[in-house]
């Protein structure tokens, strides 16, 4: 059997790798038409910004190791330029030489990856000008700015990779610039967690414009479409990635509703014995079984080996993504997984979200708070996603939510994990415990919670309510949102009595805790509508910063 794969980054030495372990005497050749193979893609901000101090680190393979280790035959500087499915040959260039040769398969992998996709401005050819996709991107980024010394930076899109590169070139001491189209940044975020991540940047001296769009690159400089011009020494344009279908298209091969290449649960396209994988692929969502698009390394190395073993007869099987990614932006740590409120309210789910803030571990044990927004359904009690915003800790509390997620936690079932627990790590019920309990509250405890955006939309609407502040008076002196009235929830039990109980009422303490506790008593009162505020008045004053709805 002669097996032939197209790439040789994550998705392509994956597959040949499992293929070998499955059978030895397969012949397998992998053909890649850049001159660097099996790198590590992700880390390439980490050497822009010199944390990372040789590029040979990420990239810890040549093709002689993978002859000897897999005896498997890596050609670089090989571009595949066609395939006939009927004659089952590919047409490959050697792009040394300029020499084209047609080689024949019996097995045929598309591991060809993603590009970065430019948007259509004038001036993207400028030297200046950045993408950063691969190796070669990462080199000419490093080698401009050892030989120009750059002042200024403008990156085009808040996507983790531009964030990342936007800590890296902070880092080097280049004042940087954020261009974002959209009125927030992450945009796979929800806008009331975003504005968290915002608002860090912005505090480790970035410049962040959102509701912005790039109309013109000049030397030296920006020119956004409100006629607004930024200097600019160097352009990142990090505006998303687009799969590598032209090949696939010329075979026949069917694309998914995303535009990337359809494949069923054993990496199979819809021609015989051509199978995909990686970032050229279309994957599906655990959650909802439908058809999604996440370029993520993680997925492309399940699903290269998934495409080896299932051409050699083995019986893995791909059983979707969440959409989980995590990144750093300076010393915050940002993660997602599953549906954001949006996408689920989308999906026609009645969605119940929860704002909990709490620390990874006890204040005495340096403990720092993290956000986590808790996605769920009404109407089954099911964990739909969860993002959080935080510092230590984030990685291991979003990995928990994965698994629940995966196995279709219920809210009730976060409660009840058994969780490892000691001072240094973590507190005695840990904040995913509480983000279960929070949601098992509101939608089956009868304590519903109110959101910032809810409660403002109540504040203008005409409609009666009352917005209790159940805070100590000292602390609604210093701040508190402008149509409440300071009850400290001590006071509540006695001063509640007079209120007319079919009125809305809202409670609302820092975060959350003393918030519930008045709405219990207002709700074992006989109150007929009680809310708890979501994240409380902590997470309602961000929100009330207004920028990230500009
Ligand atoms: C800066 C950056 C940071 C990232 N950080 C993370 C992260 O933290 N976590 C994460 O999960 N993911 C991350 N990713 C994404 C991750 O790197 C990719 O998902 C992964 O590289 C995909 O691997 P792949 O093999 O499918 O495709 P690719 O890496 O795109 O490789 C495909 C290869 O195929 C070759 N090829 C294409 N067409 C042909 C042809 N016709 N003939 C021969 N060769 C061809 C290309 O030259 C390319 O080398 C990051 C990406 C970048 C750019």
Redesign the pocket.
């Known amino acids: 059997m002669r097996i032939i794969i197209?790439?040789?980054?994550?998705?392509?030495t994956s597959a040949a790798a499992k293929a070998r372990r499955n059978n030895e005497d397969a012949e397998i050749v992998i053909?890649?038409?850049?001159s660097?193979?099996s790198y590590s893609?992700?880390g390439?901000?980490y050497y822009i910004g010199g944390e990372v101090e040789s590029a040979d680190e990420l990239i810890p393979r040549d093709p002689a190791f993978f002859k000897s280790k897999y005896n498997v035959e890596i050609l670089i500087l090989?571009?595949?330029?066609s395939i006939s499915p009927d004659k089952k040959t590919v047409e490959v260039k050697n792009l040394l030489t300029g020499d084209i040769f047609v080689d024949s398969y019996d097995k045929l992998v598309f591991?060809?990856?993603?590009?970065a996709s430019v948007p259509p401005i004038k001036g993207t050819d400028g030297a200046n000008v950045f993408t950063?996709?691969?190796i070669g991107d990462m080199t000419k980024i490093k080698v401009f700015i050892n030989a120009n010394n750059p002042k200024s930076a403008t990156i085009v899109g808040t996507g983790?990779?531009g964030l990342?590169?936007c800590e890296n070139l902070k880092g080097l001491g280049i004042e940087v610039t954020l261009v974002e189209m959209l009125p927030q940044v992450t945009p796979g975020l929800d806008s009331d967690m975003a504005v968290y991540v915002k608002e860090h940047i912005e505090k480790n001296g970035v410049t962040v414009l959102t509701s912005s769009s790039v109309s013109e690159i000049t030397e030296g400089s920006v020119v956004l479409s409100d006629g607004k011009i930024i200097d600019a020494d160097m352009i990142l344009l990090s505006t998303g990635v687009r799969p590598?279908t032209a090949?696939a298209k010329q075979a026949g091969v069917e694309l998914g509703i995303t535009g990337a290449i359809k494949v069923n649960n054993k990496m199979q396209t819809n021609v015989k014995d051509i199978y995909a994988?990686?970032?050229?692929i279309e994957q599906y969502h655990v959650v909802t079984g439908k058809p999604i698009y996440r370029?993520?390394?993680?997925?492309?190395n399940k699903t290269?080996r998934i495409a080896g073993d299932s051409l050699t007869g083995g019986s893995l099987e791909f059983k979707g993504v969440l959409g989980t990614?995590?990144?750093k932006i300076f010393d915050m740590t940002v993660a997602q997984t599953g549906l954001s409120e949006r996408e689920a309210i989308m999906q026609g789910y009645d969605v119940q979200v929860c704002h909990n803030i709490k620390p990874n571990k006890p204040e005495y044990m340096g403990g720092k708070e993290m956000v986590i927004k808790g996605i769920a359904d009404k109407a089954s009690g099911r964990l739909l996603g969860t993002q959080i915003v935080g510092f230590d800790g984030v990685d291991k509390r979003i990995d928990v939510f994965v698994t629940a997620i995966t196995f279709k936690a219920k809210v009730e079932d976060l409660f009840h994990l058994d969780l490892a627990y000691a001072p240094p790590f973590s507190t005695t019920k840990d904040p995913v415990m509480y983000t279960g309990m929070i949601l098992d509250n509101a939608i089956n405890k009868g304590r519903p919670l109110m959101t910032a955006q809810e409660l403002e939309e109540l504040i203008h609407s005409g409609e009666k309510y009352n917005l209790i502040d159940a805070r100590a008076s000292s602390q609604y002196e210093k701040n508190h949102i402008e149509t409440a009235d300071n009850i400290p929830q001590s006071k509540l039990r006695n001063a509640s009595k007079n209120f007319d109980k079919d009125i809305i009422a809202i409670t609302y303490c820092n975060k959350g805790v003393t918030g519930n506790a008045a709405q219990n008593i207002l709700i074992n009162q006989g109150f007929k509508k009680v809310y708890n505020l979501s994240g409380g008045h902590k997470h309602f004053s961000k929100m009330n910063l207004k920028d990230n709805t500009k």
């Not at 053909?31 to 850049?34: G, Q, T």
């Not at 994988?277 to 050229?280: L, N, Q, T, V």
């Open positions: 197209i790439g040789a980054v994550a998705a392509g053909y890649e038409k850049d660097f193979i893609g992700c390439m901000p090989h571009e595949v330029i591991a060809m990856g993603a590009s950063l996709r691969n983790f990779i990342e590169v590598n090949l994988c990686g970032d050229c370029p993520m390394g993680s997925t492309a290269g990614g995590i990144f």
